[in-house]
Antibody
């Protein structure tokens, strides 16, 4: 079955970097982009960006520009998200999700949605 | 950025109730709207895509609709498994944005 399995939780000091992995299985990795979404404790969901797995192109939320890098290893079907210069505000659960894209109806642009999601990786930033 | 506003933020309901959650976009997003369910401590799962399309494997008591700026998610005959949080998300423009969530708990 289609599955995304993420790396384990991490504790980082302010100013450090964290790299979260997301290993895909059950489908052709390069056929679907991977999105990253985070959720601070008790808060909502925040889209961080996406990685096109067929060519490595990325699209980052402006909030994270210059501080985030999304990469991949097609040989192991693994996507990575690195976030630098961490502060306590970055304490959150980080999710990867497969981006599904499909043309429906008469819309010019294809519909898109996230499914499935990885189990999440808790990143705690504390001194 | 497109702002997504859900209402209510929380609600209490009983098993068997019919529940409707609304989501309003700050601009026209046509039907580029998805709904997710998130149980405590778990990852979100997709319920509805493109405003009204039921994801495979999702029970038919879930339905969605709307277009433009106003959307809804309805759960007919609420089941114990449905007590969770629900999020809408727009797929119309970047950055993708989510509603703040609606928590459904047991009355």
């Amino acid at each position: 079955q289609v599955q995304l399995v993420q790396s384990g939780g991490d504790l980082k000091k302010p100013g450090a970097s964290v790299k979260v992995s997301c290993r895909a299985s059950g489908y052709t990795f390069t056929s679907y982009a991977i999105a990253w979404v985070r959720q601070a404790p008790g808060q909502g969901l925040e889209w961080m960006g996406r990685l096109s797995t067929h060519n490595g192109n990325t699209n980052y939320a402006q909030k994270f520009q210059g501080r985030v890098t999304m990469t991949m290893d097609t040989f192991t079907s693994t996507a990575y998200m690195e976030l630098r210069s961490l502060t306590s505000d970055d304490t959150a659960v980080y999710f990867c999700a497969r981006l599904n894209v499909r043309r429906l109806g008469m819309n010019r642009e294809p519909q898109n949605w996230f499914a499935p999601w990885g189990q999440g990786t808790m990143v705690t930033v504390s001194s | 950025d497109i702002q997504m506003t859900q209402s209510p933020s929380s609600l209490s309901a009983s098993v068997g109730d019919r529940v409707t959650i609304t989501c309003r976009a700050s601009q026209n997003i046509r039907n580029y709207l998805n709904w997710y369910q998130q149980r405590p401590g778990k990852a979100p799962t997709l319920l509805i895509y493109a405003a009204s399309n039921l994801q495979s494997g999702v029970p038919s008591r879930f339905s969605g609709g709307g277009s433009g700026t106003d959307f809804f998610l309805t759960i007919n005959s609420l089941q114990p498994d449905d007590f969770a949080s629900y999020f809408c998300q727009q797929g119309y423009s970047f950055p993708r944005t989510f509603g703040q969530g609606t928590k459904v708990d047991i009355k």
